[in-house]
Every structure is written in structure tokens, then in C-alpha cells.
T-cell receptor, first 113, second 113 residues
Framework: DQQVKQNSPSLSVQEGRISILNCDYT??????FLWYKKYPAEGPTFLIS?????DKNEDGRFTVFLNKSAKHLSLHIVPSQPGDSAVYFC????????????FGTGTSLTVIP | ETGVTQTPRHLVMGMTNKKSLKCEQH?????MYWYKQSAKKPLELMFV???????ENNSVPSRFSPECPNSSHLFLHLHTLQPEDSALYLC????????????FGPGTRLTVL
């Protein structure tokens, strides 16, 4: 049973506009969330994380929002750039599980110049 | 070399072959992981090693056999695989084993004929 879901397999956004990638989870015990970015023929690279004690974390153009009551997080990229075109994975973990992360299936973002 | 490297990048094997995937991390991390990524499925954690000791085995069939001779190297030995084992196999490492960000290698694309 998939505990982390990314229901949009793909997203297209115009350059300069905001990209919003969504992620839902089912396990209320999750307390740490990450976003990874993956280019073709490369492994996922860490982008940004958030702990459940926060509801927002910002790093440059990237902001992650966490809504614990809705079990939902989102990644905002603003302004979007063509180099942001990649697959974005959401991941979650819970305490005392030996660093086991549960991943979503990914959302492929295309930023149109 | 920096980061996490994996060899080979592509592998085609028959069901009766024996092959090994190799992962090396140059980050001084203490934990290493094997993941499987099948098409349209989330990353599935296979094995976790902390300080060379296996701490997780997520019900992986015995035809996959991991080996961790030291904290920098991780192998996945493959024997009598099935066509449904064809996938991208990703190695990752992290500083510790609890909530630390994982850094991924580029993966090995495995095809079982």
C-alpha cells in the first residue's frame, strides 16, 4: 500500500511562472519530508526538506509547505526556469525506522521557455 | 571521484547468469542503501547497511544478495533473476541512519532477458 502519493505524473509550466508540485501521505507518523530532483540518466539529488515541527521551509526559489492536518505537502518553484525540468520525488520518513524513506512515484516537470 | 558512483551503468543478463552491481561512496558516510525503481512505481528500499552491518531487508528475494565489505563499498549480487526484476537499481548513502539526507548514485539500468 503506497504511503506517499504524487497524483500528477506530469506538469508543464511557462518559464518565469510558479510551479507547484503536490504530495499526499497517509501515515500520520511521518515526521520528516524531502523533495528530490532527478534528471535523466542521473540519480535523484536532494533538493529541500522539512520537519513536521515546521509548516514552511524556503531555500532560494524553492519553498516546501507542509499541512499536517491534510497530510499534504507541496513544493513551490518560483520563478520556474527551463533547467528545473526534471522528475521531482517526494519522500517521507517516521521516527525510529532506521532511516527508511517512503517515496512517491514522481512528477515530471517541464518548464517551457 | 566525488559523491556516489555505481558500476555498471547498464547491464543485460540472462536468467541463469550471475552478475554483481557495485556502489562506492566518497562522502565518508556510514550508511548505505539499495533501492529498486520499476517503471511507474515508487522507489522501493531493498537493503540498508549501517557501519557495514545489515539493518534492513525489506522482504527481498534471496536471488538478490547484498554485500558490504566496508562503509564505502556496497555490492548487490544477482543470481537467477526473473524478467520482472528488470529495473533501475539505485545506491544511496547517508551520514547516519536516522533521518539523514540520502545521496544517490546514478543507478544501474538492469534488463533481465
Amino acid at each position: 500500500d503506497q504511503q506517499v502519493k504524487q497524483n500528477s505524473p506530469s506538469l508543464s509550466v511557462q518559464e518565469g511562472r510558479i510551479s507547484i508540485l503536490n504530495c499526499d501521505y497517509t501515515n500520520s507518523m511521518f515526521d520528516y519530508f524531502l523533495w528530490y530532483k532527478k534528471y535523466p540518466a542521473e540519480g535523484p539529488t536532494f533538493l529541500i526538506s522539512i520537519s513536521s515541527i515546521k509548516d514552511k521551509n524556503e531555500d532560494g526559489r524553492f519553498t516546501v509547505f507542509l499541512n499536517k492536518s491534510a497530510k499534504h505537502l507541496s513544493l513551490h518553484i518560483v520563478p520556474s526556469q527551463p533547467g528545473d525540468s526534471a522528475v521531482y520525488f517526494c519522500a517521507a520518513s517516521r521516527p525510529n525506522t532506521g532511516n527508511q524513506f517512503y517515496f512517491g512515484t514522481g512528477t515530471s516537470l517541464t518548464v517551457i521557455p | 571521484e566525488t559523491g556516489v558512483t555505481q558500476t555498471p551503468r547498464h547491464l543485460v543478463m540472462g536468467m541463469t547468469n550471475k552478475k554483481s552491481l557495485k556502489c562506492e561512496q566518497h562522502l565518508g558516510h556510514n550508511a548505505m542503501y539499495w533501492y529498486k525503481q520499476s517503471a511507474k512505481k515508487p522507489l522501493e528500499l531493498m537493503f540498508v547497511y549501517n557501519f557495514k552491518e545489515q539493518t534492513e531487508n525489506n522482504s527481498v528475494p534471496s536471488r538478490f544478495s547484498p554485500e558490504c565489505p566496508n562503509s564505502s563499498h556496497l555490492f548487490l549480487h544477482l543470481h537467477t533473476l526473473q524478467p520482472e526484476d528488470s529495473a533501475l537499481y539505485l545506491c544511496a548513502s547517508s551520514q547516519g541512519s536516522s533521518g539523514d539526507t540520502q545521496y544517490f548514485g546514478p543507478g544501474t539500468r538492469l534488463t533481465v532477458l
